[in-house]
């Protein structure tokens, strides 16, 4: 079983995995967000590699809280990780709206001129909004309130509709490993941000992804707008029969560039050829 997507470490497991496991404890979890803006760290072990990150206001199903550290689930997604517990709050009700602009901020008063901290909060984060003021929304962040711009947010159960317009609001952000924000994102991070916001499921890693999304489009079919081109290790969006959009390491940043520039590019340093296209 894959452990990214397996809640089980031995010490304790989910309860739909008792009979498929051996742990010492089956719980069912409780769930908690994360309130640290603009997004908490998952790690695949206590002080060990990053995997992803999950965003301000996700879910997160805590299995077990030890050494400062909450084992679980997050439930956008389902991947399983270790999160530092102090990042995660209570809210009284599920959010209500999401971030749909790149980058907003809530502030502590519904004025641009406000003084004090303001919250950063990536696209497509959710929140729980608790009251309207004219062009502003009171959020409630699970230990004190801010405003946020009202046409910065969407309903919660409002879609778009279309992966690569989604993709093309990072343009130029700067590439970071395991990112899922508009402050650093990698390559899963946007595809799966960009299906998420669609409604489309979607793990947070390219070869889950590969498996997971879509159907498998013939190597000879002419591509299109919002198929998914993998490599081995990474995952690019089609914006047209010749153009992709990535977050890669070369650029450091989201870049729409010709499909075949890309393709010869990775597989001259190495990283081989196209391994399949996948059509949501």
């Given at each position: 079983?894959?452990?990214?997507?397996?809640?089980?470490?031995?010490?304790?497991a989910?309860?739909s995995?008792?009979?498929?496991?051996e742990?010492?404890?089956?719980?069912e979890?409780?769930?908690?967000?994360?309130?640290?803006?603009?997004?908490?760290?998952?790690?695949?072990?206590?002080?060990?590699?990053?995997?992803?990150?999950?965003?301000?206001?996700?879910?997160?199903?805590?299995?077990e809280?030890?050494?400062?550290f909450?084992?679980?689930?997050?439930?956008?997604?389902?991947?399983?990780?270790?999160?530092?517990?102090?990042m995660?709050?209570?809210l009284?009700?599920?959010?209500?709206?999401?971030v749909?602009?790149?980058?907003?901020?809530g502030?502590?008063?519904?004025?641009?001129?406000?003084?004090?901290?303001?919250?950063?909060?990536?696209?497509?984060?959710?929140?729980?909004?608790?009251?309207?003021?004219?062009?502003?929304?009171e959020?409630?962040?699970?230990?004190?309130?801010?405003?946020?711009?009202?046409?910065?947010?969407?309903?919660?159960?409002?879609?778009?509709?279309?992966?690569?317009?989604?993709?093309?609001l990072?343009?130029?952000?700067?590439?970071?490993?395991?990112g899922?924000?508009?402050f650093?994102?990698d390559?899963?991070?946007?595809?799966?941000?960009?299906?998420?916001?669609?409604?489309?499921a979607?793990?947070?890693?390219?070869d889950?992804?590969?498996?997971?999304?879509?159907?498998?489009?013939?190597?000879?079919?002419?591509?299109q707008?919002?198929?998914?081109v993998?490599?081995?290790?990474?995952?690019?969006i089609?914006?047209?029969?010749?153009s992709?959009?990535?977050?890669?390491?070369?650029?450091?940043?989201?870049v729409?560039?010709?499909?075949?520039?890309?393709?010869?590019r990775?597989?001259?340093?190495?990283?081989?050829?196209?391994?399949?296209?996948?059509?949501p």
């Amino acid at each position: 079983m894959d452990p990214r997507e397996t809640p089980s470490n031995g010490r304790v497991a989910h309860v739909s995995l008792e009979g498929k496991v051996e742990a010492e404890r089956f719980v069912e979890g409780t769930t908690r967000r994360v309130g640290w803006p603009p997004c908490a760290t998952l790690w695949r072990s206590p002080g060990g590699a990053k995997d992803r990150e999950v965003l301000f206001g996700e879910a997160f199903r805590v299995l077990e809280t030890r050494h400062g550290f909450a084992y679980g689930i997050a439930e956008r997604d389902g991947y399983v990780g270790y999160l530092e517990a102090h990042m995660l709050t209570d809210l009284p009700t599920e959010p209500t709206h999401r971030v749909a602009v790149r980058l907003t901020y809530g502030l502590a008063e519904p004025d641009v001129k406000t003084k004090g901290e303001h919250l950063p909060l990536s696209y497509d984060s959710p929140v729980l909004v608790t009251a309207q003021r004219e062009d502003w929304c009171e959020i409630d962040t699970g230990t004190n309130h801010r405003h946020v711009p009202s046409r910065h947010l969407r309903p919660a159960a409002e879609l778009a509709s279309d992966p690569a317009s989604v993709a093309e609001l990072f343009l130029h952000a700067p590439y970071v490993w395991g990112g899922n924000t508009s402050f650093g994102i990698d390559c899963s991070g946007l595809a799966q941000t960009a299906l998420l916001a669609c409604g489309i499921a979607s793990p947070g890693d390219s070869d889950l992804q590969e498996k997971a999304v879509g159907r498998a489009v013939p190597p000879e079919a002419p591509l299109q707008r919002n198929d998914l081109v993998f490599w081995k290790g990474h995952v690019a969006i089609a914006v047209d029969m010749e153009s992709v959009i990535h977050a890669n390491a070369h650029h450091m940043a989201v870049v729409v560039e010709p499909l075949e520039v890309a393709r010869a590019r990775i597989e001259a340093s190495g990283g081989g050829g196209v391994t399949s296209v996948r059509r949501p």
